[in-house]
């Protein structure tokens, strides 16, 4: 299977997916990634000596001129499936309806609460006693795409602020390579619910998975 990442500036399930190819979890390989201006993946790419990263501004100016290119390059890449990750941009419909149901996005909501652009930290102040993660087909609405996993966790309200990020990261993480393993392996996902930790995940994610992923510093 073949992917591209649309990232905002951290890029954080780029890592993730990135790292699950390099611990064999999946079978994958990231083809592209397509980035804003000061995006820690420039930086990583340098470290790397990698040529797959491209730069491209969409702000209000050159949104239109980005998104083209954007699909010229991905054309080109023949990618199976396109995920974004902690892409601020609202996908043109034009894009949207060439790649129907091959984008995916990972938000920090339990959809269809909370959709569009926030921070976690305006939730974890809120009065909301669960907060989560979803993965999600990109459709022509905002947020309103087929959900694949949820994640819910209990609001600990900010003083626990540290903890609950780490929660976020962890749970977007693992969605987002058991999520790649499925549709690598055709989708039809059917596996009940699984909890590791504080959080629930729905449909759950593989034990080898959660374990890998457990040990990496998420909750020291």
Do not use: W
Request: hydrophobic fraction near 40%; include cysteine.
């Amino acid at each position: 299977m073949v992917l591209a990442f649309l990232t905002g500036k951290h890029g954080g399930d780029y890592f993730a997916i990135q790292r699950g190819i390099a611990l064999g979890l999946i079978d994958a390989e990231i083809a592209h990634v397509i980035t804003v201006p000061g995006s820690k993946l420039v930086k990583y790419a340098d470290l790397e000596n990698r040529k797959n990263v491209t730069v491209f501004d969409f702000s209000t100016q050159t949104r239109n001129d980005s998104f083209g290119k954007t699909l010229n390059l991905l054309n080109s890449l023949q990618v199976d499936y396109i995920f974004l990750a902690g892409f601020k941009s609202i996908l043109p419909k034009e894009f949207v309806k060439i790649y129907t149901g091959k984008i995916l996005n990972a938000h920090h909501s339990i959809l269809p609460a909370h959709p569009g652009l926030f921070r976690k930290e305006k939730l974890v102040a809120s009065d909301d006693k669960f907060l989560g993660a979803t993965i999600h087909q990109v459709d022509e609405g905002i947020d309103t795409g087929t959900i694949l996993f949820q994640a819910v966790f209990p609001n600990y309200g900010m003083k626990n602020i540290n903890q609950i990020l780490k929660l976020y990261r962890y749970a977007q993480d693992v969605m987002a390579v058991q999520c790649v393993r499925d549709l690598g392996k055709g989708g039809g996902n059917r596996r009940g619910a699984t909890i590791a930790r504080e959080i629930m995940f729905n449909p759950g994610i593989e034990t080898d998975i959660l374990e890998i992923y457990a040990i990496d510093g998420y909750f020291r």
